[in-house]
């Protein structure tokens, strides 16, 4: 384990400075860093002064700005519209380069909807939303904490039966199945490969245990991690106390 993460429980990460201008490059989770997390995906919405702030960075930041989230990037839109920015979806398994371009969609393969049913046909369509977004299966349990230990359990068994090459992330309120080569840190790199963010140092805000690995990337490369609510151990070097003060220092940066 790196130095990163062997953090005292008792340690306070410290808050980031103002550093935004045109060296930089910014990269964002979206749910419980800039919404406050819902007990169903679809129930959070975009305030048009959220839109206006992300308009206003990416315009100071010549377009060096993407969502790195685990929603759809289809999702992401409809969220935000008319507001459309570079974006990687589904933990970087769908990318979006420049904000008029085509996305390819992340399908569904048929042993992971096989198993969305099975987990389905337990939980009904009661507190447990079971959601399907292609290759990555999530189970949010949010509204029934209780339920995730059991959620946790049948993802894991069901590694034993699918094909090699996915792994289990257990979030704040949920599990979730997803592939390998579907990770943040991977998705902020191929960004970094591309104009307008090559030769940048990037900057990334998350705040789950899947944003870990993008922090890791944004660390080798000399960046600034920023963990949103941040646990004992992280590997986010500074640390922001909640969604509210995220925005603030967002604003502070324009």
């Known amino acids: 384990m790196s130095e990163i993460l062997q953090k005292a429980a008792s340690e306070t990460l410290q808050k980031p400075q103002p550093l ?17 997390h819902a007990e169903h995906p679809d129930a959070v919405s975009v305030s048009a002064e959220l ?14 700005l993407a969502f790195i989230t685990g929603r759809s990037v289809a999702a992401v839109d409809q969220l935000f519209q008319p507001l459309k920015l570079r974006a990687a979806g589904l933990y970087g398994l769908e990318h979006r380069l420049l904000p008029d371009d085509d996305v390819e969609i992340a399908d569904e393969p048929a042993d992971i909807a096989a198993l969305a049913e099975e987990i389905e046909a337990e939980f009904g369509r009661g ?16 509204a029934a ?12 068994q069901a590694l034993a039966v699918l094909p090699k090459g996915y792994r289990v992330v257990a979030g704040n309120a949920g599990v979730e ?10 998705a902020i790199r191929r960004f970094m490969d591309i104009a307008p963010f090559t030769g940048r140092r990037p ?28 646990p004992a151990y992280t590997a986010a070097r500074y640390g922001l106390a909640g969604v509210a003060e995220t925005l603030a220092w967002l604003r502070g940066q324009l």
């Open 127 to 142: 507190q447990v939303y079971i959601e399907r977004k292609g290759r990555v299966l999530a189970i949010h349990t949010r």
């Open 145 to 156: 904490p209780h339920l995730l230990p059991r959620a946790t359990q049948l993802v894991e």
């Open 203 to 230: 900057v990334f805000l998350g705040d789950d245990t899947s944003d870990e690995n993008g922090f890791e990337a944004i660390n080798d490369a000399g960046g600034i991690s920023i963990r949103v609510k941040p």
């Open 20 to 36: 935004l201008t045109g060296e930089w490059a910014l990269f964002l989770d979206i749910d419980g860093t800039l919404l406050e």
């Open 51 to 64: 839109r206006s702030l992300l308009q206003g960075l990416d315009h100071k930041l010549n377009g060096a």
């Open 177 to 186: 199945l997803l592939p390998l080569e579907a990770a943040k840190g991977a």
